[in-house]
């Protein structure tokens, strides 16, 4: 199966920054999709930012112009910059990657890393 192993999450003060990292390791899988989803307490997860292998981007309204997405191919890993970080993008953190196996869609979660903007 799929590993994904994400890490950066951390407690950061209002207009800081923090970088999220995945790394999507283990079996054969054609990625076309990765991303990064979050869940505050009492809240439905949501999408953030999603990058396909084409290089297209989405991103959701409220963090447009503050995160960036990026991903590096060779090594199956996608990053979330997060500038300006503000308290109401406090939640846990979930990188999703969506692809193809022996010609089946599957997709992947990571275990979720904490985001924590407070002063």
């Known amino acids: 199966q799929l590993q994904l192993v994400e890490s950066g999450g951390g407690l950061v003060q209002p207009g800081g920054s923090l970088r999220l990292s995945c790394a999507a390791s283990?079996?054969?899988?054609?990625?076309?999709?990765m991303g990064w989803y979050r869940q505050a307490p009492g809240k439905k997860r949501e999408l953030v930012a999603a990058i396909t292998d084409g290089g297209s981007t989405n991103y959701a309204d409220s963090v447009k112009g503050r995160f960036t997405i990026s991903r590096d191919g060779a090594k199956n890993t996608v990053y979330l910059q997060m500038n300006r970080l503000k308290p109401e993008d406090t939640a846990v953190y979930y990188c999703n990657v969506a692809g193809v196996r022996i010609a089946v869609w599957a997709d992947y979660w990571g275990q979720g890393t904490q985001v924590t903007v407070s002063s």
């Open positions: 283990g079996s054969i899988f054609i990625i076309k999709s």
